[in-house]
Structures are given as structure tokens and as C-alpha cells.
């Protein structure tokens, strides 16, 4: 499985932006997908997990409230809408499938993993 994020960019603070990704087969349409962050010198952060049929979600407390994730199984397309960003934000985006059809915040749960998207909040 492929995954590609997209969407990242160049906003201010208080901007909002959507981060898209795609996989190239439907197999993920099984499996829960999640979002993780990785800021410069960081290490990779959890931001936000959906579940197979997308009617369970989860989320970092650092985003609860501002981001929201959703899916399109129809389109293999996976989504976190991000608003009220913080220069905090800024990172690499990446999203990865799961395992299996729920998974937790530990990127262990997840076996594949897209190249990711880059975020950069200025303030």
C-alpha cells in the first residue's frame, strides 16, 4: 500500500488548511488511518485516528477541538481538517494505516506510512 499526503503549506496563525491522503489500494478502507506530526528535532507525535467505518475518532490533546478527521472510503481519501492553527503546528504530516480496522495512538499500531506533508504556521 501507497500512501501520499498532501495539502501542507505556508499559513499564519489562526489559518486554517485541509491535509489529504490517498492510498493506492483499497485495503485501507478496512483499516483505521491516523495523522502523526513531527516537528524539527522532535520526535513523532500523534495528532488524530479514524476507524474503518469513520464513526470513531480520536485525537492528541495538543489538536482536540481544531482539527477533525474524516474519510471517504469511496475515494480511499483520508482527511484532517486543521483550524486555529498555532505556530506550534508546524511539522511534517504524515498519515499511515493501521493494522486493523481501530488502532490507538501508538505508531506501532500502524504499518504503512506516507511520505508526508509539510505544515509551516507562522506567527
Known amino acids: 500500500v501507497q500512501l501520499q499526503a498532501s495539502g501542507g503549506g505556508l499559513v499564519q496563525a489562526g489559518d486554517s488548511l485541509r491535509l489529504s491522503c490517498t492510498s493506492s489500494?483499497?485495503?485501507?478502507?478496512?483499516?483505521?488511518v491516523g495523522w502523526f506530526r513531527q516537528a524539527p528535532g522532535k520526535t513523532r507525535d500523534f495528532v488524530a485516528t479514524?476507524?474503518?467505518?469513520?464513526?470513531?475518532?480520536s485525537y492528541a490533546d495538543s489538536v482536540k477541538g481544531r482539527f477533525t478527521i474524516s474519510r471517504d472510503n469511496a475515494k480511499n481519501m483520508v482527511y484532517l481538517q486543521m483550524n486555529s492553527l498555532k505556530p506550534e503546528d508546524t511539522a511534517i504530516y504524515y498519515c499511515?494505516?493501521?493494522?486493523?480496522?481501530?488502532?490507538?495512538?501508538?505508531?506501532?499500531?500502524?504499518?504503512?506510512w506516507g511520505q508526508g506533508t509539510l505544515v509551516t504556521v507562522s506567527s
Open positions: 479514524i476507524n474503518w467505518s469513520g464513526n470513531r475518532s
Open positions: 489500494k483499497r485495503t485501507s478502507s478496512n483499516n483505521a
Open positions: 499511515a494505516v493501521a493494522r486493523a480496522a481501530w488502532a490507538s495512538t501508538s505508531g506501532s499500531d500502524y504499518q504503512y
